[in-house]
């Protein structure tokens, strides 16, 4: 759409001071023209007014630095001057329909799912695909030369310098429906060769793209280099499960192999091994007035 000479210097202004106080006030000394005057061309050409302009260009910055930054939302909406985080919120869900939390936590998870599908498409091992902070430094393959279980297993390692910064996944997902109700356990063999740390993880996330259930072996990692050893993860699916997403993570430098994984039902018996346990967590606060050292 054409927009007059004063309608695209108002703009102009606005964009570039999103983070200022803007006054209405200010426009007629800035753009050279009265305030009604102003605020009667804008409104014709535009549809909305010049507060509505200023309120939706604001929401679609902060939704970009929502998703881009890890900056609190409380910090983004004092940027914008809201008076509060609960008044952003507001308005953000009028605009997104979803508040700000929401957002950022189901945005990137629908673009990690992008980058997932894109880079399964990529590789040319069928089902299995690379992503983390830094694919570029690793390669995953298949090697038919160091196996355990079959004839080939597949391989992950950093290909150039990589540091306890980088790490990268051989991954892939799978709907949840069979196993909802269940408890799932994954097993497989893995064998590392110089490896800073490296393990299996299996994650259960619902609909919305909330983890709900997971393990990647943190607290019983690999490192080093070891022989092929039998690993587990024990997980419950619940009801409101949509997908299941496994594999093999590698931090810093090494080579991990893996062989025989297998999914398989397993009893109440079988404690899970989720990190995410709210039992592992004390049932009481405790120390609230630091006297305990």
Known sequence: ??????????ISFIESNLTDDIQLDTFPTIIGYS???LLRIFKQETGMS????IRQQRLATASALLLHTDESILTIAFL????????FTRAFKEVYALPPGKYRKLIKVVRMMEDEKEMNQSKQIKGWGLSGSNPELYELTVDSNVFHTGTKSGLL?????ANSQHFAT???GFQAHGYKGKRLKLSCFLKTENVLKCGAWLRIDNAAGDTIQFDNMDNRSIQGTTDWNHYSIVLDVPEDSSSI??????????????DGFRFEEVTEKV???NMLNVEHLPKQPSNLDFSEL
């Open 157 to 161: 390692y950093a290909k150039s310098e």
């Open 80 to 87: 914008f001057h809201f008076q509060s985080q609960e008044a």
């Open 1 to 10: 759409m054409y927009y007059s000479d004063v309608t695209q210097r108002v």
């Open 50 to 53: 010049i507060g509505e302009y």
């Open 170 to 172: 051989m991954m892939q």
């Open 271 to 273: 404690p899970t091994t």
């Open 245 to 258: 997403h496994f594999g093999v993570l590698l931090i810093g430098e090494g080579k991990v192999w893996s």
């Open 35 to 37: 305030k009604y005057h």
